[in-house]
Nanobody, 124 residues
Framework: QVQLVESGGGLVQAGGSLRLSCAAS????????MGWFRQAPGKEREFVAA????????NYADFVKGRFTISRDNDKNMVYLQMNSLKPEDTAAYYC?????????????????WGQGTQVTVSS
């Protein structure tokens, strides 16, 4: 069983930045495509960003392009989400996810492993 643990969430003013981290254990990290999703209260969980096994291909939701950057370090079993120019509508719980068979999927149903989430709150 693969375990994913997110960290780095917190409270930030609009226009500020945060860097989220996801630590993986219990499996072969370099064999998984990795993604970030987010969910605000009362809303569906939505795709944010994804990165393939080697880190050479990325995929972003339109509403974060130019502001967020996903990256991974397979030697450290870590994936990151750098978030800049944050907006109040970015407020949500952010989840790290891993996929055994898919590389940069936007569909939450294709991910096999999920972390417990880290809260990001952006004030106006």
């Amino acid at each position: 069983q693969v375990q994913l643990v997110e960290s780095g969430g917190g409270l930030v003013q609009a226009g500020g930045s945060l860097r989220l981290s996801c630590a993986a254990s219990g499996g072969t990290f370099s064999s998984y495509g990795m993604g970030w999703f987010r969910q605000a209260p009362g809303k569906e969980r939505e795709f944010v960003a994804a990165i393939n096994l080697s880190g050479g291909i990325t995929n972003y939701a339109d509403f974060v392009k130019g502001r967020f950057t996903i990256s991974r370090d397979n030697d450290k079993n870590m994936v990151y989400l750098q978030m800049n120019s944050l907006k109040p509508e970015d407020t949500a719980a952010y989840y790290c996810a891993g996929s055994v068979r898919y590389s940069t999927s936007t569909y939450r149903g294709l991910y096999d492993y999920w972390g417990q989430g880290t809260q990001v709150t952006v004030s106006s």
